[in-house]
């Protein structure tokens, strides 16, 4: 949903900085994170934002667009990331080195997941804070930008590579041992349930 519904979170939060942004002749892209693969989504997300997919780009100039990033809290992680991916910091204190799993931030802040992903992809140079203050991150659809000329950005396809030969024939393998096992414990289950239907027979 591109409009959004009324806004009722943190208007402070959302609108930090926005007046040291120079916002003539920028674009407001939104981008829908539900069912979103993080790492494709923060790419896409890096590109935008620092203007790399406009002819005039240079490596120099700030010349990219406003993004904005809905349904944050539905964000998608590939494999066991969920529980194996750790976020860790120091307080400046002797052994105090925290961390924090992304199972757990998801819960505290889902937001700072995205925004960890993109800042992360940046260049690490003077263009970095005016690149972060045109990221904006909501939780669910809500946003106060709706009188915004607001354009949604199409995610592009999913390219999935193809398994190679090898690979591809121990799955087949794996897939006919599993269905011989399966056959030979329901041959196992019938043998016996006859077994019990004669014995039953002999006994009357």
Known sequence: MVMGQPFSGNMKKALAGIKRINLEGLRWRVFDAKGQVL???????????QGKDKPTYAPHREEGDMCIVLNAKDICVTGRKLTDKFYRWHTGYIGHLKERSLKDQ??????????????RMLPRNKLRDDRDRKLRIFTNDEHPFADRPLEPYVMPPRQVRELRPRTRRAMIRAEKKAEQQQQGTNNTSKRKKNKDVEEEAVST
Do not use: C, F, N, Y
């Open 39 to 49: 790492g494709r989504l923060a790419s896409q997300i890096s590109t935008v934002i």
């Open 106 to 119: 998801m819960a505290k802040d889902p937001t700072e997941v995205i925004r960890k992903a993109v800042l």
